[in-house]
């Protein structure tokens, strides 16, 4: 990195390193960070962390950041700290957290290294310094089983980073890399990442599945996340609370609405059925303290197998008819763009309130605003494309709006959007669909929903290099491609005019009276494009604070 960036960076540390020691002297521990039941306070930024696949544990696949005005690359991660190249795995979610309560501004994602004379392809998860690109710990995982593309997840009020490859699911402290609690399950975990909930009060679980393609051994797990405590939580961290056989599995990523907006403590998911037998999958309820029995099960009207994550989406502001619902795509091994299906389940008691066919996918859909809903899928060859859909939500049917496809098309059955603002706009960020089977995406797109696909503007290149499922923190995009972690954006700290290590409206005081470092954008001069940088970043997160479900 150069001077200006290194200086930047440990001009950020140096002033967390402060807000830590007052922390110490106002009586907070941050002696072994981070501290167990205790908070450390830390220069607050407004940010949210993006913890999960899809954003959160809603798998909202929504933003709580604008888009930034300018995507420039701030660095690629392709180097560990002895200078091995990092092959990360195609396709995952990087995990972000922020500096806000566990001080580590940190990216989180999965790869392998060969070191001379060591043997090749060691797999680890890699802590990524979200200032500068650098390596900060590893620590070693399983290899991947059938190439999964499992994502890393963040525990938040814990200060943990999860990540499950090969038969373990691990956790270790988000700071410093220290294993915190692992776990062996029965089978291997393939394409499927975790869940992690905050809000149940010292008994927060964990979620996950493990593989079993063709079969009908697929097991949903329910772990303790929280602290032992003989009368409210009897249970050591990552201990299994209980596990239940939810039948063929494979990439069925677990959601959870929150009680806040209207969740009703229960984790839904999905799984494949039986292919061989022309068994289609299923989408159940469980009661999170209910020991594994469903509180409902549905299967898919279409004879297909759900081989990705389900979504869950409050209900409705204003319509109370309007119930909190799940959303799950299938995946279909014979026919064309319109062979699988898309289905929309009342969340209390699994009532299929409609489906429609859709392209085959394992991405998890998203739903708009104005009941609207977009899904990627479609693979090159087979009968289809890849490609992005559209539909709407009639209440009791759905139609298609617009289907976009082909080789050159955003979308595809690997690729997540990502929803977020653009100035006044809703638009989606989405990688092209890999151009070999288990590649990496090289290509990331704007889509415009407020345009239709034959209207000018409607799909923009954004960046070409990466396009990997991608995560938007602070005013900063990241995705992987073939040279590695890259972050293109703004990054929040450029914005630090005070060198304070916060970033707040006395930055922009000061930028205005011309004290400190002024040029955001690092062009060479400081103007009104670097003003308008700043406010950007300042007000990226405004409209998600005054919302609900961005979480």
């Given amino acids: 990195m150069d001077g200006n960036a290194q200086y930047k960076s440990t001009r950020r540390r140096a002033a967390c390193a402060r807000v830590a020691l007052a922390a110490c002297a106002a009586g907070v521990c941050c002696a072994s960070l981070p501290c167990r039941g205790q908070l450390v306070v830390f220069p607050a930024t407004g940010e949210r962390a993006w913890t999960h696949a899809a954003a959160d544990v809603q798998r909202s696949g929504s933003a709580a950041w604008m888009l930034p005005s300018s995507l420039a690359v701030r660095w690629v991660s392709g180097f560990d700290g002895s200078g091995n190249n990092i092959t990360f795995v195609p396709q995952q979610t990087p995990a972000v957290s922020t500096a806000d309560v566990w001080g580590a501004g940190l990216v989180f994602a999965a790869g392998r290294v060969s070191p001379p004379g060591e043997p090749a392809n060691q797999h680890f998860l890699f802590a990524v310094d979200r200032d500068d690109g650098g390596v900060r710990w590893r620590a070693p995982v399983g290899a991947p089983a059938l190439d999964s593309n499992s994502s890393p997840v963040i525990d938040s009020r814990r200060g943990l980073v999860l990540f499950a490859s090969g038969n373990t699911l691990r956790a270790w402290r988000l700071m410093t890399g220290e294993p915190a609690w692992e776990r062996t399950l029965q089978r291997p975990v ?320 000061a930028w205005e009276q011309g004290v400190g470092e002024r040029d955001i954008n690092s062009d060479g001069s400081a103007d009104s494009e670097d003003r308008a940088a700043m406010i950007r970043v300042l007000r990226a997160g405004e409209r998600a604070l005054l919302t609900e479900g961005r979480r």
């Fill in 190 to 509: 393939v394409n499927a990442s975790s869940l992690i909930t905050t809000d149940r009060g010292g008994r927060d679980r964990v979620f996950i599945t493990d593989y079993d393609g063709f079969g009908s051994a697929g097991r949903l797990y329910c772990l303790n996340a929280d602290a032992f405590d003989a009368l409210v939580n009897p249970y050591q961290p990552g201990e299994i609370v209980w596990s239940a056989v939810i039948g063929g599995a494979s990439g069925n990523t677990p959601a959870y609405l929150p009680r806040d907006a209207g969740g009703m403590d229960r984790v839904y998911v999905a799984s494949a059925g039986r292919f061989s037998l022309g068994v289609p999958g299923s989408v159940r309820a469980y009661a999170i303290d209910g020991a594994g029995v469903p509180v409902w099960e549905r299967v898919n009207p279409q004879p297909h197998g759900f081989y990705g994550g389900v979504a869950v989406a409050p209900r409705e502001t204003g319509d109370p008819g309007r119930p909190a619902a799940v959303y799950a795509a299938s995946y279909a091994f014979y026919g064309g763009e319109d062979s699988a299906n898309l289905v929309k389940m009342d969340a209390r008691d699994g009532a299929v309130m409609w489906t429609v066919a859709s392209n085959r996918t394992q991405s998890i859909p998203v739903a708009l605003d104005a009941g609207r809903v977009v899904l990627a899928g479609g693979i090159n060859g087979f009968g289809t494309s890849p490609g992005l859909e559209l539909f709407e939500d009639h209440g009791t049917h759905a139609s298609l709006v617009w289907r976009l496809t082909g080789v050159e098309a955003p979308g595809g059955w690997t690729s997540q959007p990502l929803r977020t603002r653009d100035g006044g706009r809703d638009v989606l960020v989405v990688g092209a669909a890999p151009g070999v089977s288990g590649g990496v995406s090289t290509r990331l797109f704007l889509v415009d929903l407020t345009l239709h696909p034959e209207e000018e503007g409607f799909v923009r290149l954004l960046s070409e290099g990466a396009g990997s499922p991608a995560a938007l923190v602070g005013g900063a995009l990241y995705s992987i491609g073939p040279g590695g972690l890259r972050a293109m954006g703004l990054l929040r700290t450029e914005c630090d005019v005070s060198g304070d290590g916060a970033v707040t409206l006395d930055d922009l005081h």
